[in-house]
């Protein structure tokens, strides 16, 4: 794919400080994704952040000045952190297979040694946890 070129415009910033209100929804802790911006190409807002970090919560967007309740579309990159904080301000999730070393979809790992039967490959088959 060839590099494009668009024109952008930066809307809000913010450093590592700011980020300290977006907490992880089990521990608590504070989510730092560093120095962060949002850029906006035409009509799409964009998130770049410094470091690597889930997007727990949607106060990530709104710190940097973006609406998500303004928004008809919102893409998270995450495997489902996301979900807890986000399903319910969206009418639907869609999970997407970008590719990586696990699927959305565990069928789709070609298991070799595994005891069968297993949830939530079969059906019918409540998940047993670690005791």
Known sequence: MAPSSARARRCRGRDRRHHARSR???SGEPCFPGAAVS???GKLDVVLASKRAQTFHPAVFELLGIELSKKKIVVVK???HFH????????????????????PDAAAIPYRRIRRPIAPLDANVSPVWMR
Not at 84 to 103: E, H, K, L, Q, R
């Open 84 to 103: 807890t904080a986000f399903a319910p301000i969206a009418a639907d999730v869609i999970f997407v297979n970008c590719g990586g070393p696990y699927p």
């Open 39 to 41: 850029l906006r190409l």
């Open 78 to 80: 995450s495997a489902s």
């Open 24 to 26: 992880h929804p089990v």
